[in-house]
């Protein structure tokens, strides 16, 4: 999911005397803009599709290079209007999938197939509920930031998709443990970062607000939400893992 701005960037954009101008998840340019970004991905891997498996390759580059571009772009157009860098640091999980995505597409064999599985099964889950449940609505719809995020976190979705449909990963639950040693490696320094900085990367702090996390927040309460984020990602993990082992089981049977 995106960083969290709402807490910095309201007050920001408040005293310095711009419109406010907020829209709601599931409003009609929401909807618009998600039925876009399904279409649009859609075409996108349909194109991808009759490519070669270098032009695939540099597609992938060159759009891993843009997504980074949006968001380098985004945060100092944001950093411009008052915000403090400490707050727009790569440290949430669709930003770490910025760089996941670029190891993945410019790395070969084991390593290749370790990032693109996590950039498929963890940064993407992710980035779609980010879409789903922004939490940069706060802004004017059309305006730069909802507009650049939108664009980032659909190439995220996209690139995890080209690295599933041209091969690039083979899903099985003898790689369950891939996500939680990126985890391991990922989210203890994150927490400790927040604890010292009062930040909220990842969300480890707290929920946005009107997302599944905040449902997940009351359901939990203060004292057990990391243990519920734990038990919620291994749900995820478990339902995509399930789907992929059926799928492949599928694709034997109608080949045989």
Excluded at 59 to 82: F, P, T, Y
Excluded at 162 to 170: E, P, Q, T
Aim: charged share 15%; aromatic share 14%.
């Amino acid at each position: 999911m995106r960083k969290n701005l709402s807490d910095t960037m309201k007050s920001i954009y408040n005293e310095s005397g711009l419109q406010m101008d907020s829209f709601r998840h599931f409003c009609p340019e929401h909807i618009g803009m998600l039925i876009f970004i399904a279409v649009a991905i859609t075409a996108g891997l349909l194109f991808m599709r009759n490519l070669s498996k270098q032009k695939v390759s540099i597609a992938v580059i060159l759009l891993s290079i843009a997504a980074l571009a949006g968001e380098v772009v985004q945060d100092v157009l944001l950093i411009r209007e008052g915000g403090d860098i400490i707050g727009f640091l790569p440290l949430h999980l669709c930003n770490l999938g910025l760089f996941v995505n670029l190891i993945a597409v410019l790395s070969r064999g084991k390593i290749q197939s370790f990032f693109a599985e996590i950039s498929l099964v963890l940064i993407m889950p992710g980035s779609v509920a980010a879409l789903i449940f922004p939490d940069w609505t706060y802004r004017p719809f059309w305006s730069y930031l909802p507009l650049l995020c939108f664009f980032t976190h659909s190439l995220t979705v996209f690139i995890s998709l080209v690295f599933l449909f041209r091969g690039k990963i083979y899903v099985t639950f003898r790689h369950f443990w891939y996500s939680y040693l990126f985890l391991l490696i990922t989210v203890p320094p994150i927490y400790l970062f927040n604890s010292r900085t009062g930040q909220n990367y990842m969300f480890l702090s707290y929920p946005p607000s009107d997302t599944p996390l905040k449902w997940l927040l009351s359901l939990t309460g203060e004292k057990f939400y990391l243990l519920g984020l734990l038990a919620l990602i291994t749900a995820i993990l478990i339902i995509e893992y399930t789907v992929h082992e059926v799928a492949h089981l599928a694709a034997i049977k109608l080949s045989r």
